[in-house]
């Protein structure tokens, strides 16, 4: 071990020693091989930062990873089941939702059916078994949209981005005027029009008023406003919430191993109510995708790479060929052959991890402009931080150049006779 | 009588690749002890450099006896070779082999960073700045190469030569490059290594420092004799 440390210690001070006598050649293996390294840099950067993107994106819609989801035909008995059994409990919170119509009483909304607030659906229909006809009315200001009802904080599973205001509070006395959280979507919709605060929800004993307290990213297309429950239904039955001929949707999001998912599909079962569940495995559906996109473009990077290597190579010969009597110098005085070899590997390894370095640092720079330039209009890359991946990456890449391109000059260098220095 | 340093018997080098194999020594005898030494004299391409290189381990005998300290040497791995030229052996050149990019200090300190146990910094600088006492140019350790004399230069070569403590001093044509003045300060030198029990084989062409060793050996056609007649 010890002779070990001393023979690496030597190649290394050797190996410095060379680098700093031949600074322009190392600086011409650098440049020669910076732009390989960049290229891996920045891919691993793109397709790690893609990636945080996509899976905050899926997250956003579908939970975290490993998150349990319940789904179940919406009716009044699994409503029940489901708020009496979640009821108070951090480990799972039940969603519940309903269309709503938020604006003048008896006109029509301005996207029937709650459609996102630039399509067009077409107008709501009355259907029964004589066929469909859609519902007339005068039209007014009034936007329709889902409203899901929370028994608790779904944030712990599903992470919306506070956009602005505040999001619903569980741990204070239910207010009678329904607090809500609207989505983007929604948040666009009332932007655009301005409209009373009454609200018409089917089956409600009356309109009611509500209190708009904040704005999230949820990732829905559709105009959304999240509730609490016990808010609602101080105006709303909760069989109302769960009647399938009103769209109602019920979920329920547990943590991994929450003893509720046991007890609900037990109650739900002996109801004849099939429930279906699964677990949240975001990063696993969109892997395929991005190894793909990544394999490609790792391959475009990889060829760029070769060149440095050559780069590294040519240099590292025409070295190798200019110190034939220094190498054989130190073989006389007794280096042994293998070090001459790790001599040579330790410069180009050095040279390598240099390019990485700079490779490394031209990209965090890069990253910074890039993120203040257009961070303002493109959220994906505000505040977005350099990923250590990348990083990493550059330096196996500079490391690999370094073994690849130095490879054959050390060969080369384990090789000189020290006969060289009696002929010379 | 002590153990010989070295001690060859029918060392024999042909030299193959050619037309006509050319044997380049021919049964070569020679023994020496701690703190003799030998000058070896001959016309060029005599076979003089080949003998050093055998004795060196740069290069195996095709046949003959090698015994260092008694051990036989002969047919020695390459790693183990390596060993004992770090451990038993200084070489002088007729070429100085200084790296320019180095200062005096650093270029002996080649010898001791050469992968065969290692020393730390501090005992590094101390037997640099020993063997640079020794051959009287301490003052010149922080000076590049190609800031000195070619004298100054030799005696850097002979310090790395020094550096750890060798057995045998192998010189071949050290004073080649040198003005006759000069070339006498260098013989100083490595004649002063044997007081301290070091071996010192000389390859040379000039007759004067060859008087000055203990013995002289002419190496004629591959065939080694001492010479009697120059005692």
Redesign the interface.
């Known amino acids: 071990m010890?002779?070990f440390?001393?023979?690496f210690?030597?190649?290394l001070?050797?190996g410095l020693?060379g680098i700093?006598?031949r600074k322009l050649r190392t600086l011409l293996s650098m440049i020669s091989l910076f732009l390989g390294v960049l290229a891996v840099v920045v891919v691993q950067a793109g397709a790690s930062i893609a990636e945080r993107a996509l899976l905050a994106d899926l997250e956003l819609t579908a939970g975290y990873d490993g998150t349990r989801v319940m789904e179940m035909q919406a009716s009044q008995q699994a409503a029940e089941v489901l708020t009496t059994t979640a009821k108070g409990r951090s480990d799972a919170v039940v969603m519940l939702g309903i269309n709503g119509i938020v604006g003048e009483p008896g006109v029509l909304p301005v996207n029937p059916g709650g459609s996102p607030i630039d399509e067009d659906w077409g107008p709501p229909m009355n259907c029964d078994e004589n066929g469909c006809v859609p519902i007339g009315g005068p039209e007014g200001e009034a936007v329709e949209l889902r409203l899901t009802a929370l028994t608790g904080d779904v944030r712990k599973f599903r992470p919306f981005r506070q956009e602005s205001g505040r999001w619903l509070d569980f741990t204070t006395v239910p207010a009678l005027a329904p607090r809500l959280v609207l989505n983007m979507e929604a948040a666009k919709a009332f932007d655009r029009h301005h409209v009373p605060a009454e609200m018409r929800v089917g089956g409600a004993a009356n309109n009611v008023t509500p209190r708009f307290t904040g704005v999230v990213d949820d990732g829905d297309g559709q105009p959304r406003a999240y509730v609490r429950l016990d808010e609602l239904t101080n105006w709303l039955p909760t069989s109302k919430l769960a009647d399938p001929n009103t769209s109602g949707e019920l979920r329920l999001m547990m943590t991994a191993g929450s003893p509720v998912e046991q007890v609900v599909t037990s109650k739900l079962k002996a109801m004849g109510n099939e429930p279906y569940a699964f677990t949240v495995e975001s990063r696993k559906e969109q892997e395929k995708t991005l190894t793909l996109m990544r394999l490609v473009f790792f391959a475009m990077a990889g060829l760029v790479l070769l060149i440095g290597v050559a780069g590294i190579l040519n240099v590292g010969l025409a070295t190798v060929g200019e110190r034939v009597?220094?190498f054989a110098?130190?073989?006389?005085?007794?280096?042994?052959?293998f070090?001459l070899a790790g001599i040579v590997l330790v410069e180009t390894l050095l040279t390598g991890l240099f390019t990485a370095a700079a490779a490394i640092g031209v990209s965090v720079a890069g990253l910074r402009v890039v993120s203040m330039i257009v961070g303002s209009s493109e959220p994906l890359l505000r505040d977005v931080q350099f990923p250590w991946e990348a990083g990493v990456a550059g330096i196996i890449a500079g490391l690999v150049a370094g073994v690849l391109g130095g490879f054959v000059p050390a060969l080369r260098a384990a090789g000189i006779p020290?006969?060289t220095?009696?002929?010379? | 009588m002590t153990t010989a340093l070295i001690e060859l018997s029918g060392i024999t080098k042909v030299l193959k690749g050619q037309e006509q194999p050319r044997t380049i020594l021919d049964g070569v005898g020679l023994t020496v002890h701690p703190g003799e030494s030998v000058a070896i004299v001959g016309r060029s391409g005599s076979g003089k450099s080949t003998l050093l290189s055998v004795i060196g381990l740069f290069d195996r005998p095709d046949s003959g006896s090698y015994l260092l300290d008694g051990q036989e040497i002969a047919r020695l791995p390459e790693r183990r070779a390596a060993r004992l030229r770090s451990s038993h052996f200084g070489f002088v050149f007729q070429r100085f082999f200084l790296l320019k990019h180095l200062t005096a200090a650093q270029n002996v300190a080649m010898a001791l960073v050469n992968g065969q146990g290692w020393h730390p910094r501090r005992q590094r600088r101390t037997r640099v700045m020993e063997a640079l006492e020794q051959v009287g140019i301490a003052h010149l350790a922080k000076n590049r190469p190609t800031k000195m004399s070619g004298g100054e230069q030799q005696r850097v070569a002979i310090a790395r030569a020094l550096v750890r403590d060798p057995k045998v001093l192998l010189a071949d044509e050290p004073t080649g490059a040198l003005d006759t003045e000069t070339g006498t300060l260098v013989i100083d030198a490595l004649l002063s290594a044997t007081q301290r029990g070091c071996g010192l084989i000389l390859v040379t062409h000039d007759r004067d420092h060859a008087a000055r060793m203990g013995r002289t050996h002419d190496l004629i056609d591959g065939v080694l004799n001492e010479r009697v007649a120059a005692r």
């Open positions: 010890r002779r440390s001393g023979r210690r030597s190649s001070i050797i020693q700093r006598a009597e220094e110098l130190r073989r006389a005085v007794g280096t042994p052959r070090l020290i006969a220095v009696m002929r010379a």
